[in-house]
């Protein structure tokens, strides 16, 4: 049955995730169980604030009054204000520590089922570090609060995401060896795949088959996810080959991961044999990450009918409070370029919830935009503002790219101030839409000076320039005869480690004008977002 609305009634939204990330040097102890400024604009010099830094759960006994009052019924109010306090709590020098002393300052207690709620939540949304500050509170409490191996697992793999793998190396190496079970286990392996680590997975697998750890089908599935990033689609049959050969049962994941794989190599044939032995296994229901998978590798492959019938199962698939499918669903359909659909789901996502977060937003927003709907865009974007918790600069990129790519240069020029009178912190990915506006118009000064700035922003640890732009520049370095704008550039490529990465700088022109890889191949890897891989690596994670 397809998704209809219910109302024409446009019910206020509400968004309650994704606040751009702060920096701050967060100190984590073990606990056991018992700004970027001076942007250049395109007709006049932008200048932007200064980003200012800010500072699973233990079983529930279930309780029953027998006619008593019950005093151990915890209300859901308590954690969820605590949860708001935080999320809300990103002014200087703030942070989930301080909401916490001052919550119990205004003689308030917290219980470790409420903090483990409010974690959740937060990793729910992607807020990492205040996670991970919740448990440094806790850490630093620990005659009140008993860790379990769940929450050590947990704070490994928070460590990973806010201080990088090494951290988590650290984190692991200390833990006592009674300790690591294989839930820490697990989550050292998963932190390992996305760092895209494969040497130290692969050893850290062979340590798990050695401890009776790999019983099960997760650190499989794990592992397939980074043969899958890594495009080793081979090592993903290995992989399911060896589950079989020890009779350890594929899940939902598994299969969902093994399809992938298949549409990833272009066989249709493959990938429709994998949904057949899905049907087959009894104790296997597809569910709509299946089918939104295939949907993303149908449209890849052309077939757009198949790619339709696939959508549909995923509507007819939705259940519960799950927001994530309509994301999806309207990327999809806006790959697929049906504006109607894109609308469609957009209301009906809409009249079922009364907040949307800003991966919704994100998510209408881009469809519209890649189906050259500017005014729709925009329009949404403004329905957007003044509901909004936080500002996500991606969602702001969207348009701001737009308005580069199309030549409107006052236009873009005018709309990054706006973005940041509406709080907006640019990211690095602000600063390289703005450098690609100086690069159409052959300002090598003024685009170098905003790749820089990408460098120097929060959360810019992942960030490399586009190829085709640092080709650009090396042009225009060459054509110039600017051999100083040339060595800033490579001192920029140096800083995010493009220099050592073979397969990157293979997509850099040579200096006599050559590529060692073609521009059609530049463009295929490094602008391909693959959205049925994306789907199974959050299903994971929450699996963890």
């Known amino acids: 049955m397809l998704l209809q609305p219910t109302t024409s009634v446009k019910p206020p939204h509400q968004k309650t995730e994704n606040h751009v990330s702060f920096s701050s040097s967060l100190s984590y102890s073990l606990s056991f169980p018992s700004g970027f400024c001076n942007l250049g604009g395109f007709t006049k010099p932008l200048s932007c604030p200064r980003n200012h830094p800010v500072i699973s759960c233990s079983s529930i006994s279930q309780v029953h009054s027998y006619g008593t009052v019950d005093y151990e019924r915890r209300p859901i109010v308590k954690w969820n204000a605590i949860y708001k306090r935080i999320s809300m709590n990103d002014g200087p020098e703030r942070g989930s520590v301080s909401v916490l002393n001052q919550w119990e300052n205004e003689g308030k207690k917290v219980t470790k089922w409420e903090l483990s709620r409010v974690i959740k939540e937060l990793r729910k949304f992607r807020r990492y570090k205040l996670a991970l500050e919740v448990y440094e509170w806790m850490n630093n409490r620990a005659e009140r609060f008993r860790l379990t191996t769940s929450d050590t697992a947990i704070q490994l793999d928070l460590i990973a995401k806010v201080h990088g793998i090494s951290s988590a190396e650290e984190y692991f190496v200390k833990l006592p060896d009674t300790l690591k079970d294989k839930r820490i286990y697990g989550s050292l392996l998963n932190a390992f795949v996305r760092a895209r680590k494969k040497e130290q997975a692969e050893s850290l697998l062979d340590k798990m088959r050695n401890r009776g750890y790999t019983d099960h089908a997760l650190p499989f599935n794990v592992m397939m996810t980074l043969y899958m990033n890594l495009k080793d689609y081979h090592k993903v049959e290995s992989v399911v080959s060896e589950m079989k050969e020890k009779q350890i049962p594929l899940d939902i994941y598994s299969y969902n991961i093994w399809l992938s794989s298949c549409g990833s190599q272009g066989s249709i044939e493959k990938m429709e044999k994998v949904l057949e032995q899905m049907n087959l296994d009894t104790d296997i229901n597809p569910n709509w990450t299946t089918f939104s998978t295939m949907a993303t590798m149908y449209i890849k492959l052309g077939q757009l009918e198949k790619a339709e019938d696939s959508l549909r199962s995923v509507e007819s698939r939705i259940t519960g409070r799950d927001r994530i499918p309509y994301h999806y669903l309207i990327s999809l359909y806006g790959s697929l370029g049906k504006k109607e659909e894109v609308l469609r789901i957009w209301e009906t996502y809409k009249s079922q919830f009364p907040?949307?977060?800003?991966?919704?937003?994100?998510?209408?927003?881009?469809?519209?935009?890649?189906?050259?709907?500017?005014?729709?865009?925009?329009?949404?974007?403004?329905?957007?503002?003044?509901?909004?918790?936080?500002?996500?600069?991606?969602?702001?990129?969207?348009?701001?790219?737009?308005?580069?790519?199309?030549?409107?240069?006052?236009k873009a020029s005018a709309f990054f101030d706006q973005m940041i009178e509406a709080g907006g912190k640019p990211n690095s990915m602000t600063c390289e839409i703005l450098a690609e506006g100086h690069i159409r118009e052959r300002r090598i000064s003024e685009a170098l000076s905003c790749l820089k700035d990408a460098v120097s922003t929060e959360g810019s640890k992942s960030w490399r320039p586009r190829p085709a732009n640092v080709s650009s520049i090396l042009r225009l370095c060459e054509q110039e005869e600017d051999t100083q704008s040339k060595e800033a550039l490579l001192e920029v490529l140096k800083q995010v480690g493009c220099l050592d990465d073979e397969k990157y700088m293979s997509y850099i022109p040579l200096s006599n004008g050559t590529f060692t890889s073609s521009e059609q191949e530049i463009e295929k890897d490094t602008s391909d977002n693959d959205e049925g891989s994306e789907i199974l690596l959050n299903q994971l994670q929450e699996s963890l």
Request: hydrophobic share 40%.
């Open 355 to 410: 907040n949307i977060p800003n991966l919704g937003y994100h998510s209408v927003i881009s469809s519209l935009v890649r189906l050259d709907d500017i005014e729709g865009a925009e329009k949404i974007y403004d329905e957007w503002l003044p509901v909004k918790v936080h500002y996500d600069p991606r969602i702001g990129n969207l348009l701001l790219g737009y308005y580069v790519r199309k030549g409107f240069v006052d």
